[in-house]
């Protein structure tokens, strides 16, 4: 018998090790997979889950499905052949005696049907408002500087607590709902315990059964109970890892919109970054009405294109259906020649060098994010993009300099120079086209002739595209567009369109004044 409880101790403990191991690794496998669908998403998916919700899918949701594995492993799968065992032991000691086990088992059974019907739907809400408190809390934190300059703070905790309570009321629903279960059984085991003694003693004193007998059935009944009172427990947790699987498997089985085709073409190799737009309409996905309307031009190598227009006009949205941010809804974007939906991503975005309107860096040195689009990128061609992009000044006097550690979402620099590293990135990649989404807003009009001055030469025989809202931002360009309400109404140079397009020329005053103007066009043909 010591032999026996030895062994059964070392069994315990391997079954909870084996146990903890293989939910750890289905948790991280599910996690991986998670991530990885996500990183395949267009921003059509995230707008449809929403940041917040992918956050709590892929850590509270993932984690109540490890919880439940684990609980799986160390008591479930033992629970059921201990019943049975039990169970036929029971009925050949005292057969007569059976029926209370059944009624027991079918009273269990139905509290448990009964807390499922009731408890899954709160546990549904439950997991949404996870989503709409983590929604919150993320929309503080990252607006906290709002927050403080309009003294709302006292707006934003009401805001935090109510969610905050909505979520405490549910919790306390289920909890208490949940918590019936298990002093439930106890009092189911206890009555049939005292069922087998009443109806057992009647049956011993008339001979059916020995008393032995009766009290072997007793311990076997018990032991069947506490089965299933073992694996009612997991069915506390069952309802609310249901859900979290399902929410998770809403991820992992969605299809992202913007993917690789499924016979790619091959760009040419001697492509040189030509962009063409023909006949482009787009609408965003459940909009009325379309962002962009019949959209025609080419943007040829060695030339720079800029776009210029109202807020709202679609400049940004234009620029973003190049890289596959959106399909077209209607027409084509050639990338020399060739339909970018006709391109594999990998293919299409090894041509592009972007910068998007806000500069995103990323937690680690100033150097890796500027190599983070070329990991090949030397030590030369870093140095080159930083200085290209007007940053050595700034660069060198950081305590080590292009080592130096930049913090989650560029914290720890201003919005200046943040700009600057997002611009020497796009450099470092080396691509045939750039994009330049309004990027140059965060600089000062000294830095911003100078960055565009070396631009000229680093980008020279590439396709640049640049979004910009200051006339003296993009009127050196070769080929100016002008768009209003989502359509083109002008195409030349500077001087072209202040003598022949009106809606230019209400932008140009209402930056510049004449002499502002004059003084500008003349700096820029000495500096040409």
Same mark, same amino acid.
């Given at each position: 018998?010591?032999?026996?409880?030895?062994?059964?101790?070392?069994?315990?403990?391997?079954?909870?090790?084996?146990?903890?191991? /293989?939910?750890?690794?289905?948790?991280? @496998?599910?996690?991986?997979?998670?991530?990885?669908?996500?990183?395949?998403?267009?921003?059509?998916?995230?707008?449809?889950?929403?940041?917040?919700?992918?956050?709590?899918?892929?850590?509270?949701?993932? +984690?109540?499905?490890?919880?439940?594995?684990?609980?799986?492993?160390?008591?479930?799968?033992?629970?059921?052949? %201990?019943?049975?065992?039990?169970?036929?032991?029971?009925?050949?000691?005292?057969?007569?005696? $059976?029926?209370?086990?059944?009624? *027991? /088992?079918?009273?269990?059974?139905?509290?448990?049907?009964?807390?499922?019907?009731?408890?899954?739907?709160?546990?549904?809400?439950?997991?949404?408002?996870?989503?709409?408190?983590?929604?919150?809390?993320?929309?503080?934190?990252?607006?906290?500087?709002?927050?403080?300059?309009?003294?709302?703070?006292?707006?934003?905790?009401?805001?935090? !607590?109510?969610?905050?309570?909505?979520?405490?009321?549910?919790?306390?629903?289920?909890?208490?709902?949940?918590? &019936?279960?298990?002093?439930?059984?106890?009092?189911?085991?206890?009555?049939?315990? /005292?069922?087998?003694?009443?109806?057992?003693?009647?049956?011993?004193?008339?001979?059916?059964?020995?008393?032995?007998?009766?009290?072997?059935?007793?311990?076997?009944?018990?032991?069947?109970?506490?089965?299933?009172?073992? &694996?009612?427990?997991?069915?506390? %947790?069952?309802?609310?890892?249901?859900?979290?699987?399902?929410?998770?498997?809403?991820?992992?089985?969605?299809?992202?919109?913007?993917?690789?085709?499924?016979?790619?073409?091959?760009?040419?190799?001697?492509?040189?970054?030509?962009?063409?737009?023909? !006949?482009?309409?787009?609408?965003?996905?459940?909009?009325?009405?379309?962002?962009?309307? @019949?959209?025609?031009?080419?943007?040829?190598?060695?030339?720079?294109?800029?776009?210029?227009?109202?807020?709202? $006009?679609?400049?940004?949205?234009?620029?973003?259906?190049?890289?596959?941010?959106?399909?077209?809804?209607?027409?084509?974007?050639?990338?020399?020649?060739?339909?970018?939906? @006709?391109?594999?991503?990998?293919?299409?975005?090894?041509?592009?060098?972007?910068?998007?309107?806000?500069?995103?860096?990323?937690?680690?040195?100033?150097?890796?994010?500027?190599?983070?689009?070329?990991?090949?990128?030397?030590?030369?061609?870093?140095?080159?993009?930083?200085?290209?992009?007007?940053?050595?000044?700034?660069?060198?006097?950081?305590?080590?300099?292009?080592?130096?550690?930049?913090?989650?979402?560029?914290?720890?620099?201003?919005?200046? +120079?943040?700009?600057?590293?997002?611009?020497?990135?796009?450099?470092?990649?080396?691509?045939?086209?750039?994009?330049?989404?309004?990027?140059?807003?965060?600089?000062?009009?000294?830095?911003?002739?100078?960055?565009?001055?070396?631009?000229?030469?680093?980008?020279?025989?590439?396709?640049?595209?640049?979004?910009?809202?200051?006339?003296?931002?993009?009127?050196?360009?070769?080929?100016?567009?002008?768009?209003?309400?989502?359509?083109?109404?002008?195409?030349?140079?500077?001087?072209?369109?202040? +003598?022949?397009?009106?809606?230019? +020329?209400?932008? *140009?005053? $209402?930056?510049?004044?004449?002499?502002?103007?004059?003084?500008?066009?003349?700096? *820029?043909?000495?500096?040409?």
């Amino acid at each position: 018998m010591l032999l026996i409880t030895l062994g059964g101790g070392i069994a315990a403990v391997g079954v909870g090790y084996l146990a903890a191991r /293989v939910a750890t690794g289905f948790a991280r @496998d599910i996690r991986r997979k998670v991530f990885e669908k996500v990183e395949s998403f267009s921003i059509t998916e995230f707008n449809t889950f929403s940041t917040a919700s992918l956050i709590t899918r892929s850590t509270n949701d993932i +984690q109540q499905i490890q919880m439940v594995t684990i609980m799986i492993f160390r008591m479930v799968l033992m629970a059921p052949f %201990m019943a049975i065992g039990a169970l036929q032991n029971a009925m050949q000691n005292a057969p007569e005696l $059976s029926w209370i086990i059944a009624v *027991a /088992v079918v009273a269990l059974l139905a509290v448990i049907v009964f807390l499922f019907i009731f408890a899954l739907p709160k546990f549904k809400i439950l997991q949404k408002t996870v989503d709409k408190l983590n929604l919150v809390t993320r929309e503080n934190l990252t607006g906290l500087r709002v927050v403080r300059a309009f003294n709302n703070e006292k707006v934003e905790e009401k805001k935090f !607590d109510a969610t905050n309570h909505d979520l405490m009321r549910l919790n306390l629903f289920v909890n208490r709902l949940m918590i &019936i279960l298990q002093p439930f059984m106890m009092l189911l085991m206890n009555i049939a315990l /005292v069922a087998i003694v009443w109806f057992g003693a009647q049956l011993v004193s008339d001979g059916s059964v020995e008393i032995g007998n009766m009290m072997a059935f007793m311990q076997y009944a018990t032991q069947v109970i506490m089965s299933f009172l073992m &694996i009612s427990i997991i069915f506390i %947790m069952v309802p609310r890892a249901s859900v979290s699987a399902k929410r998770v498997s809403e991820v992992i089985d969605t299809e992202p919109t913007i993917r690789d085709p499924k016979k790619p073409v091959k760009r040419a190799k001697n492509g040189r970054g030509q962009i063409e737009f023909r !006949d482009v309409t787009f609408t965003y996905p459940d909009a009325d009405s379309p962002v962009l309307s @019949d959209v025609n031009f080419t943007a040829e190598p060695g030339q720079t294109t800029a776009f210029i227009g109202s807020t709202g $006009s679609g400049k940004s949205t234009l620029i973003g259906l190049i890289p596959r941010f959106y399909d077209v809804s209607a027409g084509q974007v050639l990338l020399d020649g060739v339909d970018v939906r @006709d391109l594999r991503l990998k293919d299409l975005y090894g041509q592009i060098g972007y910068v998007p309107q806000k500069g995103v860096l990323f937690s680690g040195t100033v150097k890796s994010n500027i190599a983070y689009g070329n990991d090949k990128a030397s030590a030369r061609d870093i140095n080159k993009a930083v200085k290209t992009a007007q940053a050595t000044e700034f660069v060198k006097k950081l305590a080590s300099g292009i080592d130096s550690d930049i913090a989650q979402g560029g914290a720890n620099v201003s919005g200046g +120079q943040k700009q600057r590293l997002s611009i020497a990135r796009a450099l470092a990649v080396k691509p045939n086209v750039y994009i330049f989404d309004d990027s140059f807003s965060a600089l000062d009009f000294k830095t911003d002739a100078a960055l565009r001055k070396a631009l000229e030469t680093e980008t020279k025989n590439k396709t640049v595209l640049i979004v910009g809202q200051r006339i003296s931002t993009i009127m050196n360009a070769d080929k100016i567009i002008v768009l209003d309400e989502g359509k083109i109404v002008g195409q030349g140079t500077h001087s072209q369109l202040m +003598q022949s397009n009106k809606v230019y +020329q209400e932008i *140009a005053y $209402s930056q510049l004044s004449d002499e502002e103007l004059a003084s500008i066009e003349a700096t *820029a043909k000495e500096t040409k």
